[in-house]
Structure formats: structure tokens, C-alpha cells
């Protein structure tokens, strides 16, 4: 993974340079330096993808917070309802799985 922070960063709002990806969302790391991804059309959308690996590691940390406290189980069956199953579900999206 591109290591973090990913930024978002606006494209000048200059057709004669990007056309019609004018002003929208591109992500960043490396202080700008890498592109992390590509245009994004929706300012909200360019701020989730850029918290992406803070999200991921979050998530992460929750899980093992709760493996510490002694586990906490599925409350659902394993129809991917409860907190439980979408934490594990979005850390699994999140790796490929
Ligand atoms: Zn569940």
C-alpha cells in the first residue's frame, strides 16, 4: 500500500490543462508527489478514499481491542448485519479478501 497520508488534492479549474477533469479530486502521498488515484467527481467520495488507510488501520485496532477484551462474537449468524461481521467484512474489502 502507498504509504500514508493520502491527501486530496483539487485539479485547477483550467480546461485548457485537464479538459473536463477541471476542479475535480485526484488523491495524493508523498507530499504530492505520487497519485494515489485518479479523478474523482465527488469531493465527499475524494475525502473517504484519502482516509482509507487511517479507516483501515482503525479497524484494525478495534478488532484487537476486541480479541484483547476477550472477543466478542457474531451476533447475527453470519448474515453480515452486525457490527461484528461488516468491521470484519470491510477489513477483508479493504485487504482483497
Ligand atoms: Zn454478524
Known amino acids: 500500500m502507498t504509504p500514508r497520508p493520502w491527501n486530496v488534492f483539487q485539479l485547477a479549474n483550467d480546461p ?3 479538459g473536463e477533469d477541471a476542479g ?3 488523491i495524493t502521498a508523498s ?5 494515489v488515484c485518479g479523478v474523482i467527481y465527488d469531493e465527499a467520495d475524494a475525502m ?3 482516509a482509507a488507510p ?3 488501520e482503525a479497524c484494525k485496532d478495534i478488532r484487537a481491542l476486541l480479541d484483547q477484551e476477550g472477543g466478542f462474537d457474531c451476533i447475527c449468524g453470519n448474515s453480515q448485519r ?3 461481521c461488516c ?7 479493504a485487504e482483497g479478501r
Open 48 to 50: 473517504l478514499v484519502a
Open 31 to 35: 507530499e504530492g508527489d505520487k497519485e
Open 16 to 18: 485548457v490543462s485537464y
Open 24 to 26: 475535480r479530486y485526484i
Open 54 to 56: 487511517e479507516l483501515l
Open 82 to 84: 452486525c457490527s461484528i
Open 87 to 93: 468491521l470484519e467484512a470491510a477489513i477483508a474489502k
